[in-house]
């Protein structure tokens, strides 16, 4: 077993890293940008390196820093993590190459399934069904022109190089197609230095599926099930969960079984995880793309199947067999994980930025979360504002909803606007709690949600007096009461020891904030 680990990450995912190695008795080694000298991922490792400015462009992306930390800490492997430099090939070549080991896939398993094109030839060799359309690139318009009428539209045009629907298009008739091609071929080179793009018939309405597949150096290759990941907000995940509402053993099985030959194809080691569509009719499945990192969802998977897919990701970078076998594999309950942020969503979901000066973390039976942040921490401009991924399980899928609701009511995030309200309404959903999820789920909930407030909005004139009155005062009280819960906060904060002082100065602005709202209802 390695003695240390350099984690070339920050946030939750370095935080994780860092508990699973503790588990194992090797020594953590946090790299950081100069806004995250006071991070939780820091405060929790034996050692600490600066890598550079905030921007990660100039630190968290930067391949010779991160390997100098390594090798000045004597590290002997590094794990990347997700996002950064995880599906990064020549990271982890370079890695290689500097005698270190990367924890996760070969870079040759990486570039063949990193590149879109190639990883649907994969599929294909491994029999399984992908999206009808391309494997090879588009050579020009007409071309696309061409292949777009065979397959029948719409159909979707996607980057090669890309993937998490970037530089992805819709094109509902031959009309859109030219303007399409272009923008999805500039769009892809600038997002990814390749102007690539291939053609696949677009499904309607699909379920977004994943297997999660993992594979050791001893020619074991298994998978440990699917998750439900429909629902999504511009292409980022927002609630996954473990099993998928529709699941059925015979699905899963079929599925695990076409995820588990595409790894073996492309030789692959370490977890991985298989995307497929699946028409929610008939169930049919396709392969969509291939993740070769470990994913932010992996808890939902964890906490149904009890394996810890971190420990087993080190285990296996340091040549030990998997520590269980495909028939080992159990799913238990079911496990519900929620993305929070800190974004507005009343605000289009913009990010906010900010301290964190108030932190209550939920806990309590089968609830887990995986934060990243502590209280007082600042959550930067520059990085993913995601500042924790809470899951619940149950035994179904109602009790693990009811622990969930639960949960999402005991957080508090103070100082900073997070997508907590967001959840809290989305698991009160009819729609959620049934199941009937696919990938338009948001924007309905959206529609939903715009019509109803609509039916709730009464204009104050229609509002007979007595009833005026009575709003005033409740607003008066709701005012009244979260101004003092601020109040003592900030004294508690402080470390004031005169907050019952607070409280008599408190009532006479209660009877105030009373008085004027009565006042302005009137007016
Ligand atoms: C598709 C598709 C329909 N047909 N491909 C979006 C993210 C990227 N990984 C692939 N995506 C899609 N690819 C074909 N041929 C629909 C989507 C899609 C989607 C997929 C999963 C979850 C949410 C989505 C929202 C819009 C579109």
């Known amino acids: 077993m390695f003695r240390k680990i350099l984690i070339a990450n920050r946030g939750e995912i370095a935080v994780r890293v860092a508990r699973a190695c503790r588990d194992l008795g090797v020594a953590p080694v946090a790299v950081f940008s100069e806004a995250d000298a006071a991070a939780l991922h820091v405060r929790l490792c034996d050692e600490a390196y600066e890598i550079g400015a ?82 090879e690139p588009l050579k020009s318009y ?20 890309g993937g998490g629907g970037k530089g992805m298009r819709l094109v509902q008739s031959e009309d859109e197609l030219r303007s399409a091609f272009e923008t999805a071929q500039s769009e ?87 995307e497929f569509l699946v028409a929610d ?19 939902v998977t964890e906490l149904v199947t009890g394996f810890d897919l971190v420990r087993e990701q080190i285990t296996v970078a340091a040549g030990a067999p998997l ?43 089968a609830i887990r979360d995986d934060g990243g942040v502590e209280e007082g921490a600042e959550v930067s401009i520059y990085y993913d504002p995601m ?6 399980w149950g035994r179904t899928r109602a009790e693990a909803i009811d622990r969930l609701r639960r949960a999402l009511d005991e957080y508090t995030v103070g100082g900073i606007k997070t997508t907590l309200p967001f959840f809290r309404e989305i698991v009160r959903d009819a729609d959620f709690i049934e199941g009937r999820l696919d990938t338009g789920f948001i924007e309905r909930f959206f529609a939903r ?35 003092r819960q601020n109040t003592l906060t900030i004294a508690a904060t402080q470390g004031d020891a005169s907050v019952s002082s607070v409280q008599s100065h408190e009532e006479s602005r209660w009877r105030l904030a009373g008085r004027a709202a009565l006042h302005n209802s009137r007016s």
């Open 323 to 365: 520590s269980f076998a495909q028939a080992d594999v159990a799913w238990r309950g079911h496990a519900i994980e929620c993305r929070v942020y800190a974004e507005d969503p009343d605000n289009n979901f913009l990010p906010a930025p900010g301290k964190i000066n108030f932190l209550r973390v939920p806990a309590g039976a």
């Open 142 to 161: 007409e071309d696309a022109r061409d292949t777009a009428q065979r397959f029948g539209y719409p159909v979707m045009l996607k980057a090669s190089a």
């Open 387 to 392: 500042i924790s991924k809470l899951a619940a």
């Open 188 to 274: 892809a080179a600038a997002a990814f230095g390749n102007a690539e793009i291939y053609l696949e018939k677009a499904i309607e309405r699909p379920r977004h599926i994943e297997i999660q597949i993992f594979a050791d150096t001893h020619g074991n290759t298994l998978h440990l099930g699917e998750r439900e990941c429909s629902i999504q907000r511009r292409h980022q995940k927002v609630i996954e969960e473990c099993p998928s509402p529709i699941n059925d053993p015979d699905l899963r099985a079929r599925m695990g079984e076409a995820a588990v030959k595409i790894a073996r194809r492309a030789n692959y080691t370490g977890a991985g995880t298989i």
């Open 281 to 299: 009719a008939t169930r049919d499945f396709y392969f969509l793309e291939m993740n070769t990192r470990l994913q932010v969802e992996h808890p």
């Open 449 to 483: 949600r715009n019509e109803q407030h609509k039916s709730n909005v009464t204009d104050i004139a229609d509002v007979d007096e007595e009833r005026r009155r009575d709003m005033a005062i409740i607003a008066a009280a709701l005012d009244y009461t979260s101004a």
């Open 54 to 135: 905030a921007p990660s462009i100039e630190s968290y992306l930067r391949i010779d820093r991160i390997i100098d930390a390594a090798m000045r800490s004597g590290a002997e492997a590094i794990h990347p993590g997700y996002g950064f430099l995880a599906e990064n090939a020549d990271f982890a070549r370079a890695v290689r190459d500097a005698g270190l080991i990367f924890i996760g896939p070969s870079p040759e398993a990486m570039e063949l399934m990193g590149s879109k094109t190639s990883a649907r030839r994969v599929a294909i060799e491994a029999g399984a069904t992908v999206v009808p359309g391309t494997t």
